[in-house]
């Protein structure tokens, strides 16, 4: 996951339940001010010793974020791309695409510079769809553009035989 950039904030206990969502503030470290963009909130789990993806967004010199849960929370720059992993390249196109500090934002799959539509399924992380009729057994060039939450972009690009 991303590296720390604000020490770790405690509020209350993870096992403490809320009934409605609490606002998650953290200050944006000073000499973290000008990156404020690639700034992400993350949650970490003391049991497992892992972080999670809990959002946030800019407001001021802080990152906000709302959550039912307690625990531990900081901040951390998020500066690596989504790693896309083809699973399936012909006519029915599959990726598989993750991001560990961020959200997937947007997707863009082209074929021959003309856009494709996929789909995407954030619980097992997965783009997918059908090349259209239109394109007839050949050679063709595929880009697929991910961008995260952070607006880090990954591509994928391939000559593809269908």
């Given at each position: 996951?991303?590296?720390?950039?604000?020490?770790?904030?405690?509020?209350?206990?993870?096992?403490?339940?809320?009934?409605?969502?609490?606002?998650?503030?953290?200050?944006?470290?000073?000499?973290?001010?000008?990156?404020?963009?690639?700034l992400v909130m993350l949650s970490y789990d003391k049991?497992?010793?892992?972080?999670?993806?809990?959002?946030?967004?800019?407001?001021?010199?802080?990152?906000v974020e709302t959550s039912k849960s307690l625990g531990?929370?900081?901040?951390?720059?998020?500066?690596?791309?989504?790693?896309?992993?083809?699973?399936?390249?012909?006519?029915?196109?599959?990726?598989?695409?993750?991001?560990?500090?961020?959200?997937?934002?947007?997707?863009?799959?082209?074929?021959?510079?003309?856009?494709?539509?996929?789909?995407?399924?954030?619980?097992?992380?997965?783009?997918?769809?059908?090349?259209?009729?239109?394109?007839?057994?050949?050679?063709?060039?595929?880009?697929?553009?991910?961008?995260?939450?952070?607006?880090?972009?990954?591509?994928?690009?391939?000559?593809?035989?269908?």
């Amino acid at each position: 996951t991303g590296k720390s950039v604000s020490p770790m904030v405690r509020i209350n206990n993870a096992h403490v339940p809320l009934h409605k969502s609490a606002t998650i503030k953290i200050k944006i470290p000073e000499a973290h001010r000008n990156m404020r963009q690639k700034l992400v909130m993350l949650s970490y789990d003391k049991s497992s010793r892992s972080s999670s993806h809990e959002g946030g967004k800019v407001s001021g010199d802080y990152i906000v974020e709302t959550s039912k849960s307690l625990g531990m929370y900081y901040l951390a720059l998020d500066t690596l791309p989504p790693k896309i992993t083809p699973l399936q390249v012909n006519r029915y196109l599959s990726f598989r695409v993750v991001d560990l500090t961020s959200d997937i934002k947007t997707y863009n799959c082209y074929v021959d510079g003309k856009w494709v539509l996929l789909e995407y399924e954030p619980k097992s992380n997965k783009l997918f769809g059908n090349l259209p009729k239109s394109y007839k057994s050949g050679n063709h060039s595929l880009e697929l553009r991910v961008t995260d939450g952070a607006g880090n972009i990954a591509t994928y690009t391939k000559k593809i035989t269908i």
